[in-house]
DNA sequence: CGACAAATTCCATATTACGAAATATTCTTT
DNA sequence: AAAGAATATTTCGTAATATGGAATTTGTCG
């Protein structure tokens, strides 16, 4: 743990919940001595994160903070609260999973237990994409994601409106899961779910396992359950 | 400057402008070796403002850092945006200047170039409370905001609507700037113009001036305009 | 398997952050 | 106006620790 570090931050903290601090509001708050304050703070305005704004009124955050976080896209939020939940699935039943968001024309995977599981039969597959038509998470996606979007989606892959495909999204709609579409010779499989606020689908989750294993039949019947338990605690958590 | 909080600070900017950077990204745009963005990286990340996401993807913000500009006001904003226009004018024409931002019954004071004026004839007044019916900051506000937030604003002060009142608004509106009103043995005299998005008032600002040194007509002649520009730079400024 | 590239650890050293005490400044009281 | 109280700031000898080149490990790819 760097110190000045871990300091400056604890000041920026301590900032952020009030319009400006006195340097003894804040030595009280930080627990830190008033000369280790001064210094940290006038090292923060230097930078251009905190302002002096008077004697009295001691320092301020600038908006120059409101740079920092404005990189932080939906997507990492999802991960972060996905990421326990999560875990606690591949401790508790082994599979890796894998949290996927929809991109151009792909799944791009976001977050994968895969290092956490004993039975990690790929390399971390971080930032990869995944086919959207034949992957559990794609299949997933597609199938609880609004009319609209599900249309555009597969216009935009040049995919034609068929009948069989409809059929499959509302299997999956009732199921409340989906599999992988494997050649015969696959040899890994996945189970999919969606991520739902409402109509709205916020990532999808599949967890990857060995088709020698289990049937497809019986994936769903032991970990569909379990699956969607998970997927629906992260939408609560992500809604704060 | 504290080295190593300057350098975490360079990480987070460029953590900030990516989904995510790899250890040598992020080594080639701040110039650190790898080693020390290692190790600074391993510490925010032990703070909790960076996860590691995989050894290729490297490192990504939390959304942790987005906690650290929630507490980020508009005023504040407003306050970085207006300051270097209010020393440009303070230098020019010598004269202090507040800038003003309504609360609960009065206006408070949140910034002020009285020390940076030869002229300055207060102690610096940041985070003061000033009246809003009688100070110039406070008429100028009333003045240009709109009708509703003006009954509220009149009503929560308990003031019976007054024909002279709406007379004396008029005229402020029609200047441009308004005016301290005064006991008649007041020594300092403002005159108030308000900062303007559309229909909204975003702040107001005063330039305190000795009564002795010209009317309050000659006031509005000699800096009314000049004000004025400066009210709309600001609020361009503010608009981004 | 072997070789390349990237990340990570090691560690001797110089750097520098530290904070108690002293000092300066501002506010309050009489 | 002057003393007193409260708060902010500077000083400075010292202990603590951040540093980065070199060595090592880890992962990737042909």
């Known amino acids: 743990m760097i110190e000045p570090v871990a300091r400056s931050f604890a000041l920026l903290e301590a900032l952020s919940r009030r319009p400006s601090g006195t340097i003894s509001t804040l030595a009280d708050e930080t627990g830190l001595p008033p000369p280790t304050v001064v210094r940290l703070l006038k090292n923060l305005a230097e930078l251009g994160y ?3 704004v008077s004697r009295d009124a001691g320092y301020r955050l600038t908006d120059k903070v409101l740079g920092l976080a404005q990189g932080i896209r939906f997507v990492d939020r999802l991960v972060d609260v996905a990421a326990p939940h999560m875990s606690r699935f591949t401790r508790k039943y082994g599979w890796p999973l894998y949290l996927g968001t929809i991109g151009d024309r792909a799944i791009t995977i976001r977050h994968s237990t895969a290092a956490e599981s004993p039975m990690s039969f790929e390399r971390a597959a971080l930032q990869k994409k ?36 409809a059929a499959a999204f509302a299997k999956i709609r009732r199921d409340g899961y989906s599999f992988t579409v494997l050649p015969r010779t696959g040899r890994l499989q996945g189970i999919g779910v969606a991520i739902r606020d409402g109509e709205r689908v916020m990532g999808c989750i599949s967890m990857r396992f060995i088709r020698s294993a289990m049937s497809e039949t019986e994936a769903g019947a032991r970990y569909g359950a379990a699956l969607n338990a998970m997927a629906d605690a992260i939408a609560v958590d992500a809604a704060r």
Chains 1, 2 share one sequence.
């Open 50 to 52: 905190a302002t002096r």
């Open 130 to 165: 995944s086919p959207i038509l034949s992957s559990a998470l794609g299949r997933a996606w597609l199938a609880f994601c609004s009319g609209e979007e599900r249309r555009a989606v597969l216009k935009h892959l040049g995919a034609k409106s068929d009948p069989a495909l």
